[in-house]
């Protein structure tokens, strides 16, 4: 009898999953799994026939200097928004874990800009960046002439305009990450360390920074994801250029397969790029996981 | 001193936040000739800009599709993820563990690997520009987020609690919607108010699936417009500003359960 319990007991759990595992699986899983027979295939979108090409498509990629190309700027755009990032996010939560007047005030102001829509936040920076835009035009006021640059146009420092938005828009999102990890760090702890005559940059690097490494960890997960899959800033703001400079991974995969139709060789791409963020993220969390310590 | 640093630092980002959206906001009241002067007022209220939008547009329309979109695809990554989070919160068999993996770690798969697939799925599925296809894809994507928000929440609910309920009983399917469900309301709250921004500002589905002017989503709509009336900068300004406001109006009056997403949702990761 009790078998028989427990036997419709585990298939009464299993009916709970089944709905969410199904529209899982078929828009997540399945579509990977596609990308991976697709991969090896030249298909190009629409005719019935193709044929398997082995490893072509992966070789081609090391090959392209544009593709590899494309992950070499998504990989500089992301480490530029992870290391100031963090920097930006932590230093802003340092100083409003005092009780400063107006805390609220400037904590919602400084979440904003995360709740937008990227595509609106690069349109709204569009009248900025662009040559007779706003940035020049002070410049010019303020007699720093020598410092105008053509922001969108130039194959030096676009990516890293782009990736001065993706920090702007990201500052507060990361920053309430952190004063979650700052609040938790126990009284006594902070009054210990005190005691023991533990202050500023020693304090910071010995106490504080161990101590919120779980919302360390989250938080270089979330930028990690979020800054490697960019599309609408360059989509909007440059459009891939100057010189490809800022063509990133996503939007080279997208224009692979709906404007040259090379659907097999966009799937290998595309396969290349998640084995690449899941490489990367496990190492991530390894290492920031270590790091973190018991209290 | 540091005090007084410390503020400094604070209304300088507040400042760096703010400018290019009031600068928006205030462009969207000034005549085409007058945006070129930046840093000043417009020399009247007027609401031209804001007329044209709506007489050369669909915004309307296009904001109830972004509405009926996100509504649906929450209610139906609720619906499902509750469930499942149930079973995966009171079973420990390495089989339920091994999904709950499969379900959290697809947060690792980017959307731009699965494009093509995805495009051939909803084309077969003979999808493509509905909205449907846009609540599908954003409600599977919900599903990593609240998996792990109500796993987490269901954890901390005594057991007595249905063993009670089946004493009285109750059986499974009853016993979820009578008993837990509404014990879930607070972590439902949160998951709703954070996953509904993505879903909102998702703007790579809607530009692969969504051809019809009155099927698209706002910020799709946003994007044909600025590619369509490129010189009408006041236009632009005022759509921007609709744009932007019904998110932030939003995050303004939810805050609370933002934050709280973070603490109950992303630090336990």
Known sequence: MITKRAKRDFISACLFLV???????????????????????????????????????FLNIFHESKIYGAFMNTIYFAVISILVGTAVQLGLAIILINKLKGNRFFRTIL?????????????????????????NRVLESVGLDMLIRNWLADADIT???????????????????YITGL????????????????????????????LIMPAVTVNMFISITGALKVFELPFILTGGGPMNSTNTVTMQIYNTAFLSNQFGYA?????????????????QLRITRRMEVEY | MIRKFQYFVLYVAVAVISIPVLNIVLSSFKTN?????????????????????????????????????????????????????????????????????????????????????????????????TRTAIVLISAASAIPMGILLYTGFIKG?????????????YGKISMFFKIIFPLLKPVTVTYAVISSISVWNDFLMPLLFLRTESKKTITLAVYAFTSEYVNDWGAIYALLTIAFIIPVLFFILNQKHFYNGMTDGAVKM
Do not use: H
């Open chain 1, 19 to 57: 709905p969410a595992l199904c529209l899982f699986l078929t828009f997540k899983y399945y579509p990977l799994m596609m990308t991976l027979y697709y991969s090896f295939t030249n298909w190009d979108g629409f005719s019935k026939a193709f044929e398997y090409v082995s490893f072509d498509n």
């Open chain 1, 111 to 135: 979440y904003m800009p995360s709740v937008i829509s990227s595509l609106i936040i690069s349109l709204t920076w569009i009248s900025f960046f662009q040559y007779n835009g706003i940035i």
């Open chain 1, 159 to 177: 990516i890293n305009v782009l990736a001065a938005i993706n920090i702007w828009q990201w500052a507060g999102y990361g920053m309430i990450i």
């Open chain 1, 183 to 210: 609040q938790s760090i126990p009284t006594e702890v902070k009054e210990a360390a005190a005691l023991d005559g533990a202050t500023g940059w020693s304090k910071f690097m010995r106490i504080t920074l161990p």
């Open chain 1, 267 to 283: 799937s290998s791409i595309g396969l290349t790029f998640f084995l690449f963020i899941a490489i990367l993220t496990l190492i």
């Open chain 2, 33 to 129: 000739e007058e945006i070129n002067r930046v840093f000043t007022l417009p020399s009247s209220l007027q609401f031209d800009n804001y007329r044209r939008v709506f007489e050369s547009s669909e915004i309307p329309l296009n904001i109830l599709n972004s509405l009926g979109i996100t509504g649906s695809a929450i209610l139906i990554a609720i619906f499902l993820t509750s469930m499942a989070s149930y079973t995966l919160a009171r079973r420990y068999e390495a089989f339920f563990q091994l999904i709950y993996l499969l379900f959290i770690s697809a947060a690792m798969i980017p959307v731009a690997a699965n494009l093509v697939p995805l495009y051939v799925l909803i084309n077969k599925l003979g999808l493509v520009d």
């Open chain 2, 157 to 169: 609910i005594p057991k007595s609690l249905e063993e009670s309920a089946s004493i009285d009983g």
